[in-house]
């Protein structure tokens, strides 16, 4: 399973007959180091790509389309790693202005603690060893951080060598998958507790099964001796009437004992527990 995001591009057709491309980006989300889904994320590069064809025929028209994308575009000389150009959705999506990204490098618009990992992507990146560099820390003007999907080309501008980067906002994306894993991880830990206490409620009703078992099986036997020693007093002719009358009150209370007793060895009062429960 590949752990980074992967992209691919297709042609739709919308009702009116008008084809369009769309960029498919797919970034596998993971818990606890194993994968659970693929989150996918659609995006109309049909301007994109219309601004690429434009910038190699001529620089009029891709002016043009670069300022009216919906990305991001940040040119940087490959180089010099300098900013050359942008347009005004990289701005407003960093909080620059056209004129202040122009005097910046690569190297001003990531948090300096992710520095490193963004120069090492922008040099894959120009060197084709990818063409996507997904979640990419950047720093807008305010101190705030924002990531990034970006999509790179290199192409010739005036003479230099460059590295156009298109700019796709993904912090909700990313916010989004952060969010599922810690989802995922408290239902885990809610999981491992209810199993846990399930553990104990059976053990609890073994015990208390146990319980009655053992407590019955002790009083049935006096129980039983009471009843014959009752019966017996029952024919005896040396008794009064009053006498066998008593007699007679401890055998019915005996026999409801006894009755007790061998629901209790049938599990029937944990049976009507349960179904209360219900």
Not at 22 to 45: A, C, G, H, K, Q
Not at 100 to 124: N, Q
Not at 175 to 204: G, N, P
């Amino acid at each position: 399973m590949r752990k980074g995001a992967t992209k691919l591009e297709a042609i739709f057709q919308r009702k009116n007959g008008e084809r369009f491309r769309v960029e498919i980006t797919s970034t596998p989300v993971r818990s606890n180091d194993e994968f659970r889904y693929y989150l996918s994320n659609w995006v109309d590069i049909t301007e994109r790509k219309r601004a690429e064809e434009a910038l190699k025929e001529s620089k009029e028209r891709y002016e043009t389309l670069f300022k009216s994308a919906g990305e991001g575009i940040l040119i940087a000389d490959i180089e010099t790693k300098k900013v050359e150009y942008a347009n005004p959705a990289i701005c407003k999506m960093l909080g620059y202005s056209v004129e202040e990204l122009k005097r910046m490098g690569v190297s001003d618009i990531h948090p300096k603690d992710e520095l490193k990992h963004a120069i090492s992507e922008f040099e894959a990146l120009t060197r084709g060893e990818k063409t996507l560099s997904s979640d990419i820390p950047c720093l807008r003007k305010d101190g705030t951080i924002i990531y990034a999907d970006i999509d790179s080309t290199k192409a010739l501008i005036d003479g230099r060598e460059c590295n156009l980067g298109f700019f796709r906002d993904a912090t909700e994306r990313k916010r989004a998958v952060e969010e599922s894993k810690h989802l995922t991880l408290s239902l885990r830990e809610h999981v491992k507790e209810l199993e846990e206490s399930q553990k104990k409620i059976a053990e609890a009703y073994r015990l208390r099964e146990h319980f009655l078992k053992e407590t019955s099986h002790r009083i049935i036997t006096p129980v039983a001796i009471i009843g014959g020693n009752s019966e017996l007093l029952l024919e005896s002719s040396n008794l009064d009437e009053d006498q066998k009358e008593r007699i007679r009150i401890i055998r019915e209370k005996n026999e409801e004992i006894q009755k007790l007793v061998k629901d209790a060895l049938a599990g029937k009062y944990l049976k009507e527990e349960e179904e209360g429960d219900e």
